[in-house]
């Protein structure tokens, strides 16, 4: 079983959209795939067609050592099984102040006997949830719009994920960050593209998702391209990059390289694009 967060401190990248069509594309590529959505706010949750749930049906459930949660909380999707959020986590986020609240989703998903591959969607803001996320999975990809402030979120982001590796699990792989909502018209996008290939190397996915109008029209009716628009460019560059990901994950890639300049530093060269 492999575990994959899609995180990114800054909104607006592309992460739930990313979320569900990992999760879907990955289904259909022939591996038994559940995706979780742990954000409050339940974007991927309505996008999937689910309203909110009552919370015994919800993944606060996975906050409360509950052993049968893969037979009598998880949704049957067409293209891969979901368990939905709820804003009951908000009120529960008060009650999750220990330091052992980080490690409940990895204990809870540990006993997973069902799935290869389970997706988790976060929230931008870093909260136990997003800690919890990050402690249970074992690769994180990070959506990032080739622009100024997202590239900032994608790298604070990068700077979290280095920081649960070394502190709280050491079987994290270093991120991926997969470039999203790509113009090839814009040339800001193309130069920040070449920023981060030529900062972090291959820790940039080659694949990267086009802008497709089809892209955010068809999830937000609870359908995936795949199913609404299976030769559209988005269904196709979302397949490439899943395979892309499966072929990384099988291989032993070289250790990332290490990035010493501070964040100011990095806001300098980024001004400088």
């Not at 967060?5 to 594309?25: D, E, Q, R, Y």
């Not at 309203?51 to 293209?79: C, I, M, N, R």
């Not at 814009?186 to 920023?195: A, G, L, P, V, W």
Request: charged letters at 20%.
């Amino acid at each position: 079983m492999k575990i994959i967060s899609v995180c990114n401190h800054k909104g607006g990248s592309g992460k739930t959209t990313c979320s569900i069509h990992l999760a879907a594309s990955l289904s259909l590529a022939g591996h038994r795939t559940l995706a979780i959505d742990l954000d409050p706010q339940g974007f991927m949750s309505r996008m999937v067609g689910i309203s909110e749930p009552h919370e015994k049906q919800s993944v606060l459930t996975l906050f409360g050592h509950q052993a049968d949660w893969q037979t009598q909380y998880v949704a049957h999707l067409t293209e891969f099984d979901f368990i939905p959020s709820t804003t009951a986590l908000t009120t529960a986020l008060k009650k999750l102040t220990k330091p052992t609240d980080v490690l409940w989703l990895k204990e809870v998903l540990s006993a997973n006997t069902d799935y290869e591959f389970i997706v988790l969607d976060t929230s931008s803001s870093v909260t136990v949830y997003t800690l919890n996320a990050l402690v249970a999975s074992h690769y994180v990809v990070i959506p990032v719009i080739p622009e100024y402030l997202p590239v900032i979120g994608g790298e604070q982001t990068y700077q979290t994920c280095t920081l649960v590796k070394s502190k709280l699990n050491p079987e994290l792989a270093n991120p991926y960050f997969l470039l999203t909502q790509v113009d090839g018209r814009k040339n800001i996008h193309e130069r920040y593209k070449q920023y981060l290939r030529s900062t972090y190397k291959n820790q940039v996915l080659n694949g990267f998702i086009r802008t497709n109008a089809a892209l955010s029209e068809e999830t937000l009716q609870g359908k995936t391209l795949f199913s609404a628009e299976p030769n559209s460019k988005g269904a196709i560059d979302f397949a490439n990059v899943t395979d892309e990901l499966l072929t990384r994950m099988s291989s032993t890639e070289s250790p990332a390289p290490v990035i010493e300049q501070t964040l100011d530093g990095t806001w300098k060269r980024l001004v400088e694009l």
